[in-house]
């Protein structure tokens, strides 16, 4: 009987299977959301922990911009080219070493607009441009200021090169810019254009021109090689000009012994000779009225 009875108690069980012990949840696992939490988010969590508080000592000692400098670089972004175009004046080495890249230089990390404006103080650039092209180049592209004039805001001052603005490019002077057209006078550099428009509708008497000086900011005086000085109207300038190339062109005029042209009055050249010339001239006038005195007596 109790072997039937325990017979039937194993049929009753057959077909049940137990639970692995594999996926059984354990009973330690808490309940609610954080049952639900992904597993790895723990070892996530701890890397941004330790990553945030190496950022923030970074900050505090200032070296933040200094380690992002060297990995960007280790990356592949450290600058390892500068193409520079443009330049004709300017030396090549001036502008690297106005660009100021350290070694180990990061492109992301380089200031190309402080760059630029660094360049442009250089007195020959009229403008630039600072360019980066990843990963590891700088483009600067420069456009020069061109030589129009030579410059001296009086006549004891040593002259400069000017541009057609008037900005002084510089004060050292080479054999090659000897011949452009000297101007003198406090905005005499600005109004180079002016005079050299004046000068071009009398391309003689142009060649024969030293300097022109600005006076009083109201008219020019013109400088000849030859030492004469002839002195321009405020008005009608070109009138003026183109009188005394015909006059000279049909008298010789400029090749006389005289110091002083005055073209002021519309009406009529006026010249101042030399000392010497005015001296002989005195002399022969003085001789003409003594014989012309005596002639009167005699009569």
Do not use: C
């Given at each position: 009987?109790?072997?039937?009875?325990?017979?039937?108690?194993?049929?009753?069980?057959?077909?049940?299977?137990?639970?692995?012990?594999?996926?059984?949840?354990?009973?330690?696992?808490?309940?609610?959301?954080?049952?639900?939490?992904?597993?790895?988010?723990?070892?996530?969590?701890?890397?941004?922990?330790?990553?945030?508080?190496?950022?923030?000592?970074?900050?505090?000692?200032?070296?933040?911009?200094?380690?992002?400098?060297?990995?960007?670089?280790?990356?592949?972004?450290?600058?390892?080219?500068?193409?520079?175009?443009?330049?004709?004046?300017?030396?090549?080495?001036?502008?690297?070493?106005?660009?100021?890249?350290?070694?180990?230089?990061?492109?992301?990390?380089?200031?190309?607009?402080?760059?630029?404006?660094?360049?442009?103080?250089?007195?020959?650039?009229?403008?630039?441009?600072?360019?980066?092209?990843?990963?590891?180049?700088?483009?600067?592209?420069?456009?020069?200021?061109?030589?129009?004039?030579?410059?001296?805001?009086?006549?004891?001052?040593?002259?400069?090169?000017?541009?057609?603005?008037?900005?002084?490019?510089?004060?050292?002077?080479?054999?090659?810019?000897?011949?452009?057209?000297?101007?003198?006078?406090?905005?005499?550099?600005?109004?180079?254009?002016?005079?050299?428009?004046?000068?071009?509708?009398?391309?003689?008497?142009?060649?024969?021109?030293?300097?022109?000086?600005?006076?009083?900011?109201?008219?020019?005086?013109?400088?000849?090689?030859?030492?004469?000085?002839?002195?321009?109207?405020?008005?009608?300038?070109?009138?003026?000009?183109?009188?005394?190339?015909?006059?000279?062109?049909?008298?010789?005029?400029?090749?006389?012994?005289?110091?002083?042209?005055?073209?002021?009055?519309?009406?009529?050249?006026?010249?101042?000779?030399?000392?010497?010339?005015?001296?002989?001239?005195?002399?022969?006038v003085d001789a003409r009225n003594k014989a012309m005195k005596k002639r009167e007596q005699d009569a």
């Amino acid at each position: 009987m109790t072997k039937s009875a325990t017979n039937w108690s194993l049929g009753f069980l057959p077909g049940r299977r137990g639970v692995s012990r594999l996926r059984r949840k354990p009973v330690w696992r808490p309940a609610g959301f954080l049952a639900n939490i992904p597993r790895g988010v723990g070892l996530v969590a701890s890397a941004a922990y330790l990553i945030a508080w190496g950022a923030y000592g970074m900050v505090l000692s200032g070296k933040t911009v200094d380690v992002m400098n060297d990995t960007t670089a280790d990356l592949g972004f450290k600058v390892s080219a500068v193409r520079i175009t443009g330049q004709r004046e300017i030396d090549e080495a001036d502008v690297l070493d106005t660009l100021s890249i350290h070694s180990g230089q990061s492109l992301f990390f380089y200031d190309a607009e402080a760059a630029r404006e660094r360049l442009e103080t250089i007195p020959w650039v009229q403008d630039v441009s600072v360019m980066k092209l990843y990963p590891g180049t700088l483009r600067v592209i420069l456009e020069e200021r061109v030589p129009t004039a030579l410059w001296q805001k009086t006549i004891t001052d040593e002259a400069q090169i000017i541009d057609s603005e008037g900005k002084v490019i510089s004060g050292r002077l080479e054999a090659r810019y000897a011949k452009l057209p000297r101007v003198i006078g406090d905005g005499a550099e600005t109004r180079v254009a002016e005079i050299m428009s004046i000068l071009d509708e009398v391309p003689d008497l142009q060649k024969k021109v030293r300097a022109s000086m600005l006076v009083s900011h109201r008219r020019w005086d013109l400088f000849l090689d030859n030492g004469v000085q002839v002195m321009l109207p405020e008005t009608d300038p070109v009138r003026a000009v183109t009188e005394l190339q015909e006059t000279d062109q049909k008298s010789g005029l400029l090749n006389r012994d005289i110091t002083v042209i005055d073209l002021r009055l519309p009406d009529r050249l006026v010249v101042r000779l030399t000392d010497e010339a005015a001296a002989a001239r005195k002399e022969l006038v003085d001789a003409r009225n003594k014989a012309m005195k005596k002639r009167e007596q005699d009569a």
